[in-house]
C-alpha cells in the first residue's frame, strides 16, 4: 500500500494464537484467534485429531489505519469429555492461508465419589467427593506452570452437599449438623478431597442418599472458565447383624440346634457367639456338644453364619441360657443380637416306674404338644376266663414334664389277673355262755347233738332255721343262683370259748367278677341276724318224747333271741389261684380288698368274722332253773 511519497507493507498473519485453556465440566468454554492484514481474514477452529472444522465459531474485524484485525471466537457449551481435545484455527486471505499454534481444552471436575459407602451401624462413616484442582495443558493431565511463581496454578472452588428427601422425591441442600460434617477440603494425589461425616448411624439411615457439588470460580487471568459441577449420587449401607435365630429354641435333650447368624456389609464381618452368662465361646459350653464349627457363607453383601450342636445336658435348672451373635467390621463391633436356649428332659426316653412285668400289657407313649409326654398302660383283653384290673393306687396314665423330667403321678399302674369268683363262704361265731349244753360240741345229745344242729343249719324246708333262709342265692326266686356245699357247710364247738362256730359254703350257678356281686350273692342281708338252730319248724330228734321233752325245756332255758350282736368284717380275698387282691367297690375286682373268693375247684373262702359283742340276758326265772335241773337229772 502506497501513501504520498511513502509505501506500507501489511503482512497478513495470526497475531494471537488460541492459548491452553481449562473450564469446569458443564461449562461454556472459549477459544480465541486474532489476525492482523490488510484484509479482513477468514477464520476457522479445527480439531487437531482430525482437522475437522468446529462449527461453533463466529468472528469479527475492525480496521485501523489500513489494517484490518479479525477475531474469532470458539464457544463450546456444556462441555463434557468428548470436548477436551487440541484445537487450532486457520486464517485464510484469499488463496493464503495459515494455522495456530495448537491449544488444550482441558476440563476439571469431579473424579471420583464413594458410591456406595458401607457403615457400620452405631459408628461413624465419611463419605469423600475427589475433584480436579489444578489446570490442565495436555490430556495426561500434565500441570500448567506459572512462569512467575514457577508453582502449579490451582483452581478455586467451594464444596457444598446435597441429600435425597424421599417425602418431595427432590435434591435439597444438606447442612452442618450434629448429624452430618463437611470436613476440610484437603489433597491427595492432586486431587482435591470434600469429605462429608455422618454419625450415629441407624438402621433408618440405610440407602440414605447424598450427593457433592463443586462451584467452580472463574478466573480470566488463568483461562479457567468456571461453572458448578454435581456428582452422582451416593448410597449409604449401613452394615449390621440383621438376625440371630436358632431353629429349635427348646431342645430335647440329645436333639441337635442350628444356631444362624446373618450380617449384611460390603465384606463379611468376623463372627462370634459367646455365653453370655460367663463371656466364653459356645465351643466349650458344657451343656452342649459341638457338631459343626461355626462356618460363614455369603452372597452379595449378605453374610451367614452357622454353628450346629447338640443339647449334651439340661439347662432348665438355671432357666437356661443366653447367647450373643457378634459381628466384627475391620474392628468396629456392631450392636450384638441375643437369644435364649433352654435344654430339657426327653421325656420319651424316661421310663416311668411300674411294677408290670410278664403279662401282654402294652404301655405306649404320646406327645401332648405342650411341653408334656404322657405313657398309659393298657392291659391284655379280657376272656371268659380271666380279666385284667388296674390298681386303683397308681394311675393307668402318667404325664412327665420336660422341665423336670419325672412323671406324675409317680408309679405307672399295672394290669392285674382277676379270675372268676366261683363260691363265697362266711362263719358266725355265737357265744354261749351259761347255757346247759354245748350246741354242736362232740357228745351233745339231743336237739343241740352235732348231727341235728347241722341238719338244722342245711335244711332246705325249715321255715325258721338253717342257712339258706339268710343266704340270697340260696332262696333266689325262681330259682336259687348258688348251691350250698354241704361237705364244707356245718357246724362246730369251741369249748374254751364257748362259742358254736357256724360255717356255710356256696358255689355261685354262675361266676361273677366283683366283690359287689359277690356279696349281693353270697353274704347275709342283714349282719344283725344269726343263723337260728333253736325253736325250728322241723324236728330233728326221733328220740324218745320224755327226752325230747327234756331237751326242749332246757334250750327254752336259754334266750338266744336277746343276744346283740356286733358285726366286725375283716375279710381276705383272694382270686381262684390265690394270687392276687381287689377292692370291692369297683366293676372289675381291685387291689385293696378284705375278701375271698373261692377257687375253682372247691368254694373260696370268705370268712366273715362276726364278733357278736353280746349282752347275754338270762331270763330263766328261778323256778324255771329248779325245773331244767330236775330234767336235766
Not at 448 to 472: E, H, W, Y
Not at 491 to 512: G, P
Request: hydrophobic share 35%; charged share 20%; with cysteine.
Amino acid at each position: 500500500q502506497s501513501t504520498g511519497n511513502a509505501s506500507v507493507l501489511t503482512i497478513n498473519a495470526i497475531s494471537q494464537t488460541p492459548v491452553n485453556t481449562n473450564a469446569a465440566v458443564g461449562a461454556t468454554a472459549q477459544l480465541t484467534c486474532i489476525t492482523t492484514g490488510d484484509s479482513e481474514a477468514t477464520i476457522s477452529f479445527h480439531k487437531k485429531t482430525d482437522d475437522s472444522v468446529v462449527s461453533t465459531s463466529s468472528s469479527s474485524s475492525t480496521e485501523d489505519s489500513g489494517t484490518t484485525t479479525t477475531t474469532g471466537v470458539l464457544t463450546l457449551t456444556n462441555v463434557q469429555a468428548a470436548d477436551s481435545l487440541v484445537y487450532y484455527c486457520k486464517a485464510t486471505w484469499g488463496a493464503n492461508s495459515v494455522n495456530s499454534d495448537d491449544a488444550f481444552l482441558g476440563l476439571l471436575g469431579i473424579t471420583s465419589v464413594t458410591e456406595t459407602l458401607w457403615g457400620v451401624l452405631g459408628s461413624s462413616a465419611e463419605f469423600k467427593c475427589m475433584s480436579d484442582k489444578y489446570l490442565k495443558s495436555d490430556a495426561a493431565g500434565t500441570r500448567i506452570i506459572d512462569e512467575d511463581t514457577k508453582q502449579e496454578i490451582q483452581t478455586s472452588a467451594v464444596t457444598t452437599w446435597e441429600y435425597y428427601d424421599s417425602s418431595t422425591t427432590q435434591w435439597a441442600a444438606l447442612t452442618d449438623t450434629n448429624k452430618f460434617t463437611f470436613k476440610v477440603n484437603s489433597m491427595n494425589g492432586g486431587l482435591r478431597v470434600s469429605p462429608l461425616l455422618m454419625r450415629d448411624l441407624e438402621m433408618t439411615d440405610n440407602e440414605y442418599k447424598v450427593r457433592c457439588k463443586l462451584d467452580y470460580t472463574t478466573n480470566a487471568a488463568i483461562n479457567f472458565f468456571g461453572g458448578s459441577v454435581t456428582s452422582s449420587e451416593m448410597t449409604l449401607k449401613v452394615a449390621s447383624l440383621t438376625s440371630f435365630t436358632a431353629d429349635n429354641v427348646e431342645p430335647l435333650r440329645n436333639e441337635m440346634i442350628t444356631l444362624s447368624c446373618v450380617a449384611t456389609g460390603d465384606t463379611a464381618p468376623t463372627f462370634t457367639i459367646i455365653d453370655t452368662n460367663v463371656k466364653r465361646d459356645i465351643s466349650v459350653n458344657p451343656f452342649f456338644t459341638e457338631v459343626q464349627p461355626l462356618q460363614v457363607t455369603s452372597s452379595g453383601s449378605v453374610h451367614t453364619a452357622t454353628y450346629k450342636a447338640t443339647a449334651k445336658s439340661t439347662n432348665v435348672i438355671i432357666d437356661g441360657q443366653t447367647f450373643e451373635c457378634q459381628a466384627t467390621y475391620d474392628g468396629v463391633l456392631a450392636p450384638s443380637k441375643s437369644l435364649k436356649v433352654t435344654n430339657y428332659h426327653d421325656c420319651s426316653a424316661i421310663e416311668p416306674r411300674t411294677f408290670n412285668q410278664g403279662n401282654d400289657a402294652v404301655i405306649s407313649g404320646v406327645d401332648n404338644g405342650d411341653g408334656t409326654y404322657s405313657k398309659t398302660i393298657t392291659c391284655p383283653a379280657n376272656s371268659t376266663t380271666l380279666r385284667w384290673g388296674i390298681s386303683d393306687w397308681a394311675s393307668r396314665t402318667v404325664t412327665c414334664s420336660k422341665s423336670t423330667g419325672e412323671y406324675v403321678p409317680e408309679v405307672l399302674a399295672h394290669c392285674s389277673e382277676i379270675r372268676p369268683i366261683t363260691g363265697f363262704g362266711a362263719s358266725q361265731l355265737l357265744p354261749v355262755v351259761g347255757a346247759p349244753y354245748k350246741p354242736c360240741a362232740p357228745g351233745q345229745t339231743g336237739e343241740m347233738s352235732p348231727v341235728n344242729v347241722r341238719a338244722k343249719l342245711l335244711s332246705k324246708n325249715d321255715t325258721l332255721c338253717g342257712f339258706r333262709l339268710l343266704i340270697p342265692c340260696l332262696h333266689a326266686e325262681p330259682e336259687p343262683t348258688c348251691v350250698l356245699d354241704e361237705t364244707k357247710s356245718g357246724c362246730s364247738w369251741d369249748d374254751e370259748t364257748s362259742k358254736i362256730n357256724s360255717t356255710y359254703y356256696v358255689n355261685f350257678n354262675e361266676s361273677v367278677w366283683n366283690i359287689t356281686e359277690m356279696n349281693n350273692l353270697g353274704k347275709k342281708e342283714n349282719e344283725a341276724d344269726k343263723f337260728r338252730f333253736w325253736d325250728c319248724s322241723n324236728t330233728y330228734d326221733s328220740t324218745a318224747t320224755e327226752r325230747r321233752r327234756r331237751n326242749v325245756a332246757a334250750i327254752a332255758a336259754f334266750d338266744f333271741e336277746m343276744a346283740e350282736a356286733v358285726d366286725v368284717n375283716d375279710i381276705e380275698k383272694r382270686s381262684v389261684n390265690g394270687t392276687n387282691n381287689y377292692s370291692e367297690t369297683d366293676d372289675v375286682v381291685e387291689t385293696g380288698s378284705h375278701y375271698v373268693a373261692a377257687t375253682s375247684v372247691g368254694v373260696c373262702s370268705v370268712v366273715v368274722v362276726t364278733a357278736l359283742l353280746a349282752v347275754l340276758f338270762v331270763r330263766m326265772r328261778r323256778q324255771k332253773k329248779s325245773d331244767s335241773e330236775t330234767l336235766m337229772t
